[in-house]
């Protein structure tokens, strides 16, 4: 009931760019995104700070990628430009316990980003 549901995943090339969506059962003060490839850890890649808008990216994805938030529809983005091969993978959003760290609960099911090179 509280698992939110991510969209806007796909196949694109190296370079490309994607924007991923997610809407929340409720608005909650910290979100974010994280992501799983095969075979890899869980990795927190950005998240905000719904009370001050401040940010938070992991260095893989630091200029890259941009987190949004459209409050009043409870709906959380992630721009992401200048893909890599290495993004590929399953992102995820959810609530972040505490805003600044990468304590992820309620993920939805995902959305799956290919890059090709």
């Known amino acids: 009931e509280d698992e939110p549901v991510e969209s806007g995943g796909g196949s694109v090339q190296a370079g490309g760019s994607l924007r991923l969506s997610c809407v929340a059962t409720?608005?909650?003060?910290?979100m974010g995104w994280f992501r799983q490839a095969p075979g890899k850890e869980r990795e927190g890649i950005a998240g905000?700070?719904?009370?001050?808008?401040?940010?938070t990216y992991a260095d893989s994805v630091k200029g890259r990628f941009t987190i949004s938030l459209d409050g009043g529809k409870n709906t959380l983005y992630l721009e992401m430009n200048s893909l890599k091969p290495e993004d590929t993978a399953v992102y995820y959003c959810?609530?972040?316990?505490?805003?600044?760290?990468?304590?992820?609960?309620?993920w939805g099911q995902g959305t799956q980003v290919t890059v090709s090179s």
């Open positions: 409720r608005r909650r003060r910290c």
């Open positions: 905000i700070d719904a009370d001050t808008s401040i940010s």
């Open positions: 959810a609530h972040i316990i505490s805003c600044g760290t990468w304590s992820f609960r309620y």
